[in-house]
């Protein structure tokens, strides 16, 4: 019997919503699975639906919005050339930041989806195996379709009547592409999750994938902060790239996805000439295929999901290595170690300072900022430590419940899940310390100031994790749902001021005053006293 | 010492916000012996089993571990029993080996409980599974890892939440007789499950859970009086016990009606 495709919709619209709700109980953590909490999370699965879409749409609008109004009320008057340039770089913020939307609102719902055991409960019923193919596909692309195809239609309209039909076209199309591309990249990450998220066996492949992990930051990175950069540098970026040679200037104009706001740029400008209109078109056509390329990837891996395992380690005959057991501390820790960097979504936590730290100072030296920028960047970054605190719950997943049946008392849970986070901290703090010793010897008490400030750190995710714990054991609120809770939220950034950013406020003041180095370090050594009492008073 | 009670639980009571999920439930469990809590699903067992286990706090009642309160001291609790909950989820992304060596950690075990998990492992056949990650191991093997978790530091108490599903035939065997060397060497194991036959088979006392209330308790031959079924299997027993045997006649004849258009 043959399924009209209304019908595999709304089977669509089960699975989708099954695929929520693993979602949601993916990051619910310490909260027992009792029936109050299953119903609590089934609730957000529905409100998930809802708000997720209604929020990305405002992205959407927001950001055509600003687009718009940057390249109708240009800053400064400009020649034709540099007024073309400001709004390719405009429509590239634009398309770029869609993206980077689109990427992370699917990413993890794209890994879940992709899970063979969701088709389980399909499989017993009597589906077609292109009927399953067709639910699973219609599922896929509920997960994006509100964003996707409402930026594509709001792109059209507004740019339509606000700027002109042909560049809201090229603009749309472009988008489309771009889309595509990003839904390829993040369908295959998905696809290799499972034997990207495998333990490594030797220390060759763990070096491996720790490269791989700080590249996928710096992606990361990049994506974060360019597209929020363009438009606040964007003088300065014109500046950079007219100051560079024609030839390099021509070939970055020429390649995607520079190219196609550019010659979106050059349609509403009007600075149009038959040489670059043939070149970009080329290059367009090239963008083009690649997205139809990513189109077709996509709908392989989709289409073949429903009976696909993916591929796990066949069992084979061992030699017995040595069983190595540790103090009791030590194996908690080693295993959150292990949890944290086999999860690519959390293990990005170890090198977000770095990387972010790296991204600025490249920044910093390519547009020679004054150096206060590539310090107060330093304020950001150890809030956003502080802060993800409570995300490193979730390391532990559903096997919380098991974490809790060990005679493993609640505050060495804490403690262990803060030191990761105060070793990422004191990994960002080498950094930045080796940075200002080669390149900005006057700043680098920031750095010292940052080193000495560990306990600070440790203390302060340590009374985070621990609220959350409380939170979620005591008051079975979820994991989840803390990011609503304002009172929770307070707390949290009240801490991340408190114990995070505190000494490097107090040095910048010291810094600005012209007192010597010798009071901001001998501050920071105080406050770490007064965070130990702290520590040490806590329940 | 023989007969020295384990655990007691007394007018046990559980509130999920409204909902209530276990009503005054009181029982004990002596050394020596394998007390079974035989329930439908949903009638209140795994919430009892990890309110002794120190995993839910208790609305109201008292429960003592070998004379420590869970609620008081969980961590006490937890050292002297080994606990297997009723839906496994471990670590995937740590191997089977790793898993071990972290609950060995926690455990405060040395060096010297390789050569029993090795034991156990053999016993149950996952030795060829000892580098694979959990996450990519069937149900049944799974549950293995919980058991050799549970096991591991040989506890007087044994807490098992239906720890037979997804087992095959000869690790349940293996893993029956383990229960029963267990309580020979004086340990107490408290058990639940909604399956008669293995109830009727392992149980040396039998509690009876139905609504979150205990409705009879005793052994197979004192649960038979209670029921006047002297001849009656376990199933026959339950169904007198719980007077659920009428609704169940008319469902199956209803059933029988459907089919049979």
């Given amino acids: ?539 | 010492m023989k007969n020295s009670v384990m655990i007691s639980v007394k007018g046990l009571v559980k509130y999920y916000g409204t909902m209530r999920g276990v009503d005054g439930v009181s029982f004990e469990v002596r050394a020596g012996e394998i007390y079974g809590l035989l329930g439908p699903n949903g009638a209140g067992k795994t919430t009892t089993l990890k309110i002794i286990a120190g995993l839910l706090k208790p609305t109201a009642g008292e429960v003592r571990v070998m004379g420590i309160s869970p609620v008081e001291d969980p961590v006490a609790v937890k050292k002297l029993i080994g606990y297997v909950p009723e839906e496994v989820v471990l670590y995937d992304s740590l191997t089977v080996m790793e898993f071990f060596e972290f609950v060995a950690s926690v455990r405060g075990l040395d060096q010297s409980v390789w050569s029993w998990i090795n034991t156990l492992m053999k016993s149950f056949e996952i030795m060829q599974y000892m580098y694979t990650p959990i996450g990519a191991l069937s149900q049944g093997t799974k549950q293995k890892v919980a058991i050799i978790a549970a096991l591991m530091h040989k506890p007087k108490i044994l807490i098992l939440d239906e720890p037979l599903k997804g087992l095959d035939a000869r690790s349940a065997r293996i893993f029956k007789e383990l229960m029963q060397l267990h309580i020979k060497n004086n340990g107490a194991i408290l058990f639940s499950t909604h399956i008669m036959d293995i109830a009727e088979s392992i149980c040396t006392r039998i509690g009876i859970i139905y609504n979150g209330k205990i409705l009879a308790e005793g052994s197979v031959e004192d649960l038979r009086r209670m029921a006047n079924e002297p001849t009656g299997d376990l199933e026959e027993v339950f169904l007198a016990l719980t007077r659920e045997r009428e609704e169940v006649s008319h469902i199956i004849e209803e059933l029988r009606r459907e089919l049979s258009r």
């Fill in chain 1, 1 to 539: 019997m043959k399924r009209r495709l209304k019908e595999l919709w709304k089977y669509s619209g089960i699975l989708y919503r099954e695929m929520l709700y693993r979602t949601i109980m993916l990051q619910q953590t310490y909260a027992s699975t009792d029936p109050e909490a299953v119903k609590k999370v089934s609730r957000s699965a529905t409100q998930m639906l809802y708000i997720h879409k209604i929020l990305m749409l405002m992205m959407v609008i927001i950001m055509i919005l600003s687009t718009v109004f940057f390249i109708n009320y240009l800053p400064i008057p400009t020649s034709p050339e540099i007024k073309t340039l400001s709004i390719a770089l405009a429509f590239l913020s634009y398309i770029s930041l869609n993206a980077f939307l689109l990427f992370f609102l699917s990413i993890v719902q794209t890994s879940i989806l992709l899970s063979p055991d969701l088709y389980q409960p399909l499989l017993m019923l009597n589906f077609s195996d292109e009927e399953l193919s067709i639910i699973a596909l219609l599922a896929y692309l509920r997960i994006f379709d509100a964003y996707v195809f409402g930026s594509l239609i709001l792109t059209v309209i507004t740019f339509t009547f606000m700027v002109n039909p042909l560049t809201a076209m090229l603009l749309a199309i472009s988008l489309g592409a771009t889309h595509l591309i990003t839904l390829w990249v993040i369908t295959a990450i998905s696809k290799s999750y499972l034997r990207f998220s495998a333990p490594e066996l030797s220390k060759v492949r763990l070096l491996i994938k720790i490269l791989v992990i700080i590249g996928y930051t710096l992606v990361f990175a990049l994506l974060y902060v360019i597209p929020f950069m363009i438009n606040n540098v964007l003088p300065i970026i014109i500046k950079e790239f007219s100051s560079l040679p024609q030839i390099y200037r021509t070939i970055l104009l020429y390649l995607p996805p520079l190219s196609i706001a550019y010659l979106a740029a050059i349609v509403y400008v009007g600075t149009i000439n038959a040489q670059s209109l043939v070149y970009l078109s080329l290059s367009f056509a090239i963008y083009l295929i690649i997205s139809w390329r990513c189109y077709k990837g996509i709908l392989k891996i989709i289409l073949a999901v429903p009976y696909t395992s993916w591929p796990t380690p066949q069992p084979k005959t061992v030699i017995p290595k040595e069983f190595r057991v540790g103090k009791y501390f030590q194996g908690l820790l080693i295993k959150d170690f292990k949890l944290l960097i086999r999860q690519v979504n959390y293990a990005i936590l170890l090198f977000l300072g770095p990387v972010l730290f790296a991204v600025y100072a490249i920044i910093y030296h390519v547009m020679e900022m004054p150096p206060m920028m590539l310090v107060s960047i330093m304020y950001p970054i150890v809030l956003v430590l502080s802060m993800s605190a409570v995300n490193i719950l979730g390391i532990e997943g559903r096997a919380a419940e098991f974490l809790l049946s060990l005679p493993v008392s609640l505050k060495d849970i804490a403690k262990s899940k803060s030191l990761l986070i105060t070793f990422s901290y004191i990994i960002f703090g080498l950094s930045a310390t080796g940075y200002f010793a080669i390149f900005l010897k006057d700043q680098i008490v920031y750095g010292i100031v940052v080193l000495i400030n560990t306990l600070g750190m440790f203390v302060g995710s340590y009374k985070i994790i621990r609220k959350a714990i409380r939170y979620t054991i005591e008051t079975g609120v979820l994991l989840t749902d803390l990011s609503k809770n304002i009172s929770f939220l307070l707390y949290v950034t009240g801490i991340a001021i408190l114990f995070g950013i505190l000494p490097l406020v107090i040095t910048s003041i010291i810094m600005i005053l012209a007192r010597p180095i010798q009071e901001a370090l001998l501050t920071a050594i105080a406050l770490q006293l007064g965070y130990f009492i702290t520590y040490k008073l806590s329940k």
